[in-house]
Each structure stands twice: as structure tokens, then as C-alpha cells.
């Protein structure tokens, strides 16, 4: 039973499309976050949102586009994709903001 | 200079050994201090969960905070291959009214059989 489950895995795609990445917890967690994991395994916040509340939106291009239609549900959307930003992309949720549950990731390759 | 500062590996020790995994911090203001564990192609899991300065045992892992030092280490005893895994830390704390949660580069540890 997965606790954060994201789809798809993976995402190849061509630079300048759009794609979505899709994300839900069944924890009944208040607070749902995106990750950006560059290839040095660096973790960077993205967005955070909170009972469908944006909270945290760090310095991303407005290419990205958080969505989230009910607190179990924080879906990503990236417009005009660039080669940068191929990364693995991590959706986790918490309700104890120092203990974050992740999902398995998705892997972006834009060619 | 990073806020947090961790050595990227990767550590490779043989079964059985005690490994010892560090993270160095500038900002004084970190309360709550984290380490993850992430295998390859999976998403980070919380191992370890400490507040404030001392030590926490959980089986074979034990987390340090010296907060004196900056300094906060992860222990992992009679380490097992299963135990290969990238290992991250983190520290949070409140600046004002802004919550920060900042992440190190990760540790990647191989242990072999």
C-alpha cells in the first residue's frame, strides 16, 4: 500500500513540450511538497503546500506550475521544458514538518 | 560557504565495520537535525530524528548532535550490505516566521560483503 505514489516514473520527452507529473499521499498528511535532485543528488525544495495552500515557493521559473485539487493531491506541470531541467523529481508529504515521507520519483529527461 | 556541508563519498568499508557519517552546519539556529537514507532510485526515507544537542539510538544506528561544534554524525554498527544506500542530512529551524528545512549533498556508502 503506497503511501506517496507519483506517476509516471519516468518522463523522456523533447525540449519545448509540456508534460505533468502527478502526485498523491494516502497518509492523510496536511502538507505536500516538490523536490528538484540534481545529479550530485542535491535536494532542493520547490513548492509547498499546505491544505491546498501555497506555503513555500522557492526561486523557480514560472514554467512550473504547482496544482493541487485536494490536500491528498499535488500535481506539477512544466511548460516550454528546457535541457536543465532533466532531474528527478520528488513529491513527499508530511504533517510533521521535520519528517518528510517521499515518493519513489520521476526521472525527467528532456532531449 | 554552504549552510550545510557534507562529504559526498563515496565510503566504501567491508561487513561488519562501524561506519561514521558527518555533516558540519554554520547556523546556530538549527533545532532539528534529520538523516535520510535514499537507495538507488527510490525516494528518501527518514532514519533518524534528533532535537536539539545529544545522542539517539535506534537498533544499530545511533545520531549524534554536538551542537557546540556544528557538528552532527550518524553511527552505523556491524553495517551490512543491505546498508549501502546514499545517506543525507538535515537541519531545520524558524527564522522569524519562516520555516527552513536545508538538505546536505548526501553521503553515498558502500558496504562490502
Known amino acids: 500500500d503506497t503511501a506517496v505514489s507519483q506517476t509516471p516514473k519516468y518522463l523522456v520527452t523533447q525540449m519545448g513540450n509540456d508534460k505533468s507529473i502527478k502526485c498523491e499521499q494516502n497518509l492523510g498528511h496536511d502538507t505536500m511538497y516538490w523536490y528538484k535532485q540534481d545529479s550530485k543528488k542535491f535536494l532542493k525544495i520547490m513548492f509547498s503546500?499546505?491544505?491546498?495552500?501555497?506555503?513555500i515557493n522557492e526561486t523557480v521559473p514560472n514554467r512550473f506550475s504547482p496544482k493541487s485539487p485536494d490536500k491528498a493531491h499535488l500535481n506539477l506541470h512544466i511548460n516550454s521544458l528546457e535541457l536543465g531541467d532533466s532531474a528527478v523529481y520528488f513529491c513527499a508529504s508530511s504533517q510533521d514538518r521535520q519528517k518528510l515521507f517521499f515518493g519513489s520519483g520521476t526521472q525527467l529527461s528532456v532531449l | 560557504q554552504k549552510e550545510v556541508e557534507q562529504d559526498p563519498g563515496p565510503l566504501s568499508v567491508p561487513e561488519g565495520a562501524i561506519v561514521s557519517l558527518n555533516c558540519t552546519y554554520s547556523?546556530?539556529?538549527?533545532?532539528?537535525f534529520m538523516w535520510y537514507r535514499q537507495y538507488s532510485r527510490k525516494g528518501p526515507e527518514l532514519l533518524m530524528y534528533t532535537y536539539s544537542s545529544g545522542n539517539k539510538e535506534d537498533g544499530r544506528f545511533t545520531a549524534q548532535v554536538d551542537k557546540s561544534s556544528k557538528y552532527i554524525s550518524l553511527f552505523i554498527r556491524d553495517s551490512q550490505p543491505s546498508d549501502s544506500a546514499t545517506y543525507l542530512c538535515?537541519?531545520?529551524?524558524?527564522?522569524?516566521?519562516?520555516?527552513?528545512?536545508?538538505w546536505g549533498a548526501g553521503t553515498k556508502l558502500i558496504i562490502k560483503p
Open positions: 538535515a537541519m531545520s529551524a524558524v527564522f522569524g516566521s519562516n520555516y527552513q528545512l536545508i
Open positions: 503546500y499546505n491544505n491546498k495552500e501555497l506555503i
Open positions: 547556523n546556530s539556529a538549527f533545532q532539528y
